[in-house]
């Protein structure tokens, strides 16, 4: 259970000191919530099916295939922490993915080259998207839209619908392994989760991001350049997407273009359950984790009880519901 | 940075006494990102020349994209060929857009269109194959039941004031649930394959097959009236009616709104309402149009549903909508698909095409706007 940072982040930087720390302190509860439901979840799960997910072989499946739900919802969640969304980020993870299989199947490149080139194609992407969204004053999110629709077709551009596999078996071992029973994806995810709270508590550019997102006006007037932020915050969503795509790659073994098509609602579900508000401002790393992992456990009572596994969206909608829900109400009771 | 520049009261030491009625909040107008109060006011209100109206740009562009379309391939301008099947396309996502309008007017989105037009897709089939309902039935019956998801979208919205973005992502996820167990349970699978009398008049004949004496109808497919009759109810209800004003000027202000007496809470409910109606109008056509009532109908409509209304000068912001720039971004973006289809473009191609078109479109919309802002400043 150890999917989780020991710290969380929240604060409306740019609003009154009283404010930030009730955001904070909402923040918290919501992840103290979220922990608790993981925990229950858990916990039921393990009682019912007689400790068959606490068995080391799927106890590593529900972590491995945990890996990319994380890092996709990180993805979007440094969007949104400038009040800006990313429609392109499955799309994007498809494609870093696509190229970084390309570079390898094809043009026969060592992963040492072929992963670093797909992740410069995501940050590029997102460079792409945030200028666009800076230049044209476009909506970000009509952008995004746009983007997802070039980028979907470039990564049908790249192999058609065919499939690449084989192209490195040392990489698709290294993802398959474990460390102390902890598959390696999921350490990369975890080491990626604790370098973007890193950013988000500690870095003077991620503090910029939180003031742009919570009060650009306030911002601006203490010399912060709104624009920057946006265009940062969309190259670190197109990295972090880059990132699920190596890590799809690692573990797949084969990957072909509808990669990414079924990551983007599951994109925003992590980080608004996790307690990130759409309007920016406010991010919780500890939050979008815990969520991706709820929703995993849901995924995971589905193969364990056999449901159907349409069940799962239903549930998924009524989560996603229901903890902005309880958040709500909560913040009205605190004010 | 082109967002609100009001902060948000979340909450202030100061907020904590109880808010005058006036203040109570309000359910957030979309997500917020954009819209600058000059741009919210648009062309129209500004009085700017003529050539700063979006829909003047499409024309033109599609004009100058069929006369390209066609002369390098001539079976574009070929009736039975590319025509007809183009203004089914038209029709059906003339519809969706303007079902995605209905939310936008508020400045709210429905990420649900989709899935609210293949719920309401599913209950006419089941009338079909269950009830061995008429054709006019099933039609009636997925209005209603699209017009019941929105409106339900609408209250949850009004009732817990959370972003409409966020509700309707949920009921994306709910619904998709709900609509592949539906036809699990009562199709048996992925698709009803009933076929009710008249659906397949309906889905293949032109008005040219129905002739009184010598005079026969011109070559417009059947399902062209119903997109016809939703933008002419949409522009009327907008324009003309004192709710659909009410339902802008909540999504201009929804604080004004409530400050002039307009009962938002019902508006909302009503516009998302609206939504969910025309969602359902659009599942129906398009399962008429492929001839079945399948689990996967809707799935490709949220792109579009946005680019239809946005490339016909709709802001997202809220506000101000437009019906008829709607028919013409969906007119836009069909023709584009048919022409580079003839082209034989691969479906990558088409996808990387469309979302440069959107981008081009939507940038020169914007720069058409700060040249007219300019010149209107400069008088």
């Known amino acids: 259970m150890s999917t989780v940072l020991d710290e969380d982040m929240g604060a409306g930087a740019g609003q009154g000191a009283g404010a930030s720390r009730r955001t904070a302190l909402s923040l918290h509860r919501t992840e103290l919530v979220l922990a608790l439901v993981a925990v229950a979840g858990f916990g039921v799960l393990a009682a019912t099916t007689g400790g068959n997910i606490l068995q080391p072989g799927t106890m590593q499946a529900v972590l491995q295939f945990l890996a990319v739900p994380i890092v996709v919802g990180l993805a979007q969640m440094v969007v949104l922490s400038v009040g800006q969304m990313n429609l392109s980020v499955g799309a994007l993870t498809g494609l870093c993915a696509m190229a970084a299989a390309s570079l390898m199947a094809d043009s026969g490149l060592t992963p040492w080259l072929a992963l670093p080139a797909a992740l410069l194609v995501g940050a590029l992407a997102g460079l792409v998207n945030g200028t666009l969204v800076v230049l044209t004053r476009i909506n970000g999110f009509i952008v995004t839209l746009a983007t997802m629709s070039v980028i979907s077709g470039l990564r049908f551009s790249i192999n058609g619908t065919g499939t690449y596999q084989d192209y490195s078996p040392g990489l698709v071992r290294l993802g398959r392994a474990d460390v102390l029973g902890l598959p390696v994806v999921f350490l990369v995810a975890v080491a990626t989760a604790v370098l973007v709270w890193f950013f988000f508590a500690r870095c003077v550019a991620g503090r910029m991001l939180l003031a742009s997102g919570g009060n650009p006006f306030a911002a601006r007037l203490s010399g912060i350049s709104n624009d920057r932020s946006v265009v940062l915050a969309h190259l670190l969503s197109g990295l972090l997407a880059a990132v699920a795509g190596v890590l799809v790659v690692a573990l797949s073994g084969s990957v072909n273009a509808s990669v990414g098509d079924d990551l983007l609602l599951p994109s925003f579900a992590a980080p608004i359950i996790g307690g990130v508000v759409l309007t920016g401002g406010v991010v919780s790393v500890l939050g979008t984790c815990l969520a991706a992992f709820i929703v995993r456990l849901v995924d995971v009572a589905q193969a364990q009880y056999g449901i159907n596994p349409r069940w799962v969206d239903l549930v998924v909608g009524a989560v996603v519901l229901g903890a902005v829900l309880v958040s709500q109400r909560r913040g009205k009771g605190s004010s | 940075m082109n967002r609100k520049s009001t902060a948000t009261p979340r909450g202030g030491p100061e907020t904590d006494v109880q808010p005058p009625r006036l203040d109570a909040p309000v359910p957030d107008d979309g997500h917020g990102p954009e819209g600058t109060a000059a741009e919210r006011v648009g062309p129209r209100a500004a009085g700017l020349p003529w050539w700063a109206n979006p829909r003047v740009g499409l024309v033109v562009v599609i004009a100058v994209l ?243 209304p946005v490339l016909g000068g709709t802001l997202l912001a809220g506000g101000a909508v437009s019906a008829f720039g709607t028919v013409l971004g969906a007119t836009l973006t069909s023709v584009i698909q048919k022409g580079l289809n003839l082209l034989q473009f691969e479906a990558d191609a088409l996808q990387i095409f469309i979302g440069v078109v959107l981008v081009v479109a939507l940038s020169l919309d914007r720069i058409r706007q700060v040249l007219a802002e300019r010149r209107g400043v400069r008088p």
């Open chain 2, 66 to 308: 069929v006369l390209g379309f066609s002369s390098a391939r001539p079976a574009f301008l070929d009736v039975e060929l590319t025509l007809v099947p183009l203004q089914r396309d038209i029709a059906v996502f003339a519809v969706v857009g303007l079902a995605q309008l209905a939310a936008l007017s508020l400045g709210h989105m429905n990420l649900a269109v989709g899935r609210m037009a293949a719920l309401a897709a599913f209950s006419a089939g089941l009338c079909y194959d269950r009830f061995g309902a008429p054709l006019v039935v099933g039609l009636v019956v997925a209005l209603v039941v699209g017009a019941l998801v929105g409106a339900l979208a609408g209250g949850i919205i009004t009732a817990t004031g959370v972003n409409s973005f966020v509700v309707t992502l949920a009921l994306d996820f709910g619904l998709l649930g709900v609509v592949a167990l539906l036809y699990d349970r009562f199709a048996g699978g992925v698709a009803f394959s009933v076929r009710p009398p008249g659906l397949d008049a309906l889905r293949s004949d032109t008005f040219s097959d129905y002739c009184a004496g010598s005079v026969c109808g011109p070559p417009v497919p059947l399902l062209v009236p119903f997109a016809l009759v939703a933008l002419l109810a949409v522009g009327l209800f907008f324009g003309r009616t004192r709710q659909g004003r009410e339902i802008l000027m909540t999504g201009s202000s929804p604080r004004a709104a409530r400050a002039s007496g307009i009962p938002v809470g019902r508006r909302i409910v009503t516009a998302h309402a609206l939504s969910g109606l025309l969602a359902g109008l659009a599942g129906f056509m398009l399962a008429t149009a492929n001839g079945a009532f399948s689990a996967s109908i809707g799935e490709s409509f949220l792109l579009p549903s946005f680019l239809a």
